[in-house]
């Protein structure tokens, strides 16, 4: 079960979200709020695992609300203004839903939420995982830090991983098959037949391309759902 608070200055909308939470059975609603102040103050008396929260609000908005907290909860934006969807996900949003909000799409966005506060009552099988492995390179057998992966490009039998610390990929004989297997616990998503991408790393999504800073690579329709797991899209 996840402790929600729903933040909005708008009376209709925080029934709405009241009656949507109140549907899905893994969601307690801790309280209603009008505006950021009053969501802070229930943060410093309750457990809370999930905000839904209004961007525009009067004072301090939702934005400036979750840059404010040193340890916020996950955050489902809920507002009518797309043209911050990158700044959500810069923060690390869970989702972000547009009003008006479907209740399909309402709860597509709690199983998210609720698929990471799984993983995160589990941290001793997590810190159990190495954060690298190594690939066969000529004769010599080379490490790869995960947390150092920006993108992975497929070439028939080859892969070619590309790392944020080294000016030259790292050429090894693998299967994106099992690469993908190797890297599926970690925060990474195959974009396309040929590259797989850290979620970490993406400083955009554009409609068939994925941004590490200037770097442009291909954002296939078929792989969109990869995607939308692990990004506020």
Do not use: W
């Amino acid at each position: 079960m996840m402790n929600c608070i729903a933040v909005d200055d708008e009376r209709l909308v925080l029934d709405l979200l009241a009656d949507n939470i109140q549907k899905v059975p893994f969601l307690h609603l801790v309280q209603r709020c009008k505006n950021a102040m009053e969501a802070a103050d229930v943060l410093h008396k309750e457990q809370v695992d999930l905000i839904f929260l209004d961007i525009q609000m009067p004072g301090l908005n939702g934005l400036q609300f979750i840059q404010s907290l040193q340890q916020p909860p996950m955050v489902i934006f809920v507002t009518a203004y797309k043209e911050h969807a990158l700044e959500g996900f810069n923060l690390n949003a869970v989702d972000y839903l547009l009003k008006p909000v479907s209740f399909e799409r309402f709860l597509k966005a709690c199983n998210k939420a609720y698929e990471l506060f799984n993983l995160q009552q589990k941290p001793a099988a997590r810190e159990n995982l190495p954060d690298y492995f190594f690939v066969h390179v000529e004769y010599n057998q080379v490490k790869v830090n995960i947390p150092d992966i920006l993108y992975i490009e497929g070439m028939k039998d080859y892969v070619k991983i590309f790392l944020a610390s080294a000016s030259r990929p790292i050429i090894t004989k693998m299967s994106m098959k099992a690469l993908e297997e190797k890297l599926s616990r970690y925060r990474f998503a195959r974009t396309h037949k040929s590259y797989i991408v850290s979620a970490d790393k993406i400083t955009a999504v554009k409609r068939d391309l994925i941004c590490i800073d200037k770097i442009e690579l291909p954002l296939s329709e078929s792989y969109k759902a990869n995607v939308e797991k692990i990004l506020p899209l």
